[in-house]
T-cell receptor, first 112, second 112 residues
Framework: QKEVEQNSGPLSVPEGAIASLNCTYS??????FFWYRQYSGKSPELIMF????GDKEDGRFTAQLNKASQYVSLLIRDSQPSDSATYLC????????????FGRGTSLIVHP | DVKVTQSSRYLVKRTGEKVFLECVQD?????MFWYRQDPGLGLRLIYF???????EKGDIPEGYSVSREKKERFSLILESASTNQTSMYLC???????????FGEGSRLTVL
C-alpha cells in the first residue's frame, strides 16, 4: 500500500512570507512527483512536477525532492492571498498502469 | 484546451435511488479515474479504467460500479444510493506519457 503523508494544516502565513509544504512517501518505486493546487469548491490542478533530486523552480514556486529521504516539498515565495488553497502531493512512476495516489493535502492560508 | 466534463455539478437524490455520474474527456486518454473527496479524508480512489471495456477496483469500490463503453466516457453508478455516499465526486483522465491528471469540475452529490 502506497502511503503519502502530508500535514493537513491549516498552515497560516502572512502575505509576502515563504510557505513551506511538505510530503513524505513510502513507495521507493515512485520516480517523480506532482503538486496539485485545489481552491475551495474547485477541482485540483497541476502546478509543479519534479522527477529528479534537487530543486525545480517555476516563478514563485520551488519543488524540492530528496529520494533517499523519501521527501518532497513545495516552497512558495512571496506568498499571496490568492495562494490560499489546499496543496496535494502525488507520487508517480512511469507506465500507464501506475495507480495515482494522493496525500490528504495541506491547507494553506495566506493572510494580508 | 483540454477538457474533462462531468455531467452534473450538483445532484440531490433519495436513499435507494440509482445514480449515474457521467464523465467525458476530449484528450483521447486511455486512463480514467473516479475519486470521492470528503473533508479530512482527501481523495480516495473508487474505480479506474486503463482502456475501453476495462475497469479496476480502487480503494473504496463498495456500493459503486462503473462503465467504460467508449474511450472518452467513464460513468460511475450508484446502484442504490445511501446517505454515506453524500460526497464530492471527481473524475480524472491521465496523460500516460507524463502522468498528469486532468480533473473534471466535480459532482457534489447529496443523498437524503
Amino acid at each position: 500500500q502506497k502511503e503519502v503523508e502530508q500535514n493537513s494544516g491549516p498552515l497560516s502565513v502572512p502575505e509576502g512570507a515563504i510557505a513551506s509544504l511538505n510530503c513524505t512517501y513510502s513507495d521507493r518505486g515512485s520516480q517523480s512527483f506532482f503538486w496539485y493546487r485545489q481552491y475551495s469548491g474547485k477541482s485540483p490542478e497541476l502546478i509543479m512536477f519534479i522527477y529528479s533530486n534537487g530543486d525545480k523552480e517555476d516563478g514563485r514556486f520551488t519543488a524540492q525532492l530528496n529520494k533517499a529521504s523519501q521527501y518532497v516539498s513545495l516552497l512558495i515565495r512571496d506568498s499571496q492571498p490568492s495562494d490560499s488553497a489546499t496543496y496535494l502531493c502525488a507520487p508517480h512512476a512511469s507506465g500507464g498502469s501506475y495507480i495515482p495516489t494522493f496525500g490528504r493535502g495541506t491547507s494553506l492560508i495566506v493572510h494580508p | 484546451d483540454v477538457k474533462v466534463t462531468q455531467s452534473s455539478r450538483y445532484l440531490v437524490k433519495r436513499t435507494g435511488e440509482k445514480v449515474f455520474l457521467e464523465c467525458v474527456q476530449d484528450m483521447d486518454h486511455e486512463n480514467m479515474f473516479w475519486y470521492r473527496q470528503d473533508p479530512g479524508l482527501g481523495l480516495r480512489l473508487i474505480y479506474f479504467s486503463y482502456d475501453v471495456k476495462m475497469k479496476e477496483k480502487g480503494d473504496i469500490p463498495e456500493g459503486y460500479s462503473v462503465s467504460r463503453e467508449k474511450k472518452e466516457r467513464f460513468s460511475l453508478i450508484l446502484e442504490s444510493a445511501s446517505t454515506n455516499q453524500t460526497s464530492m465526486y471527481l473524475c480524472a483522465s491521465r496523460r500516460v506519457d507524463t502522468g498528469e491528471l486532468f480533473f473534471g469540475e466535480g459532482s457534489r452529490l447529496t443523498v437524503l
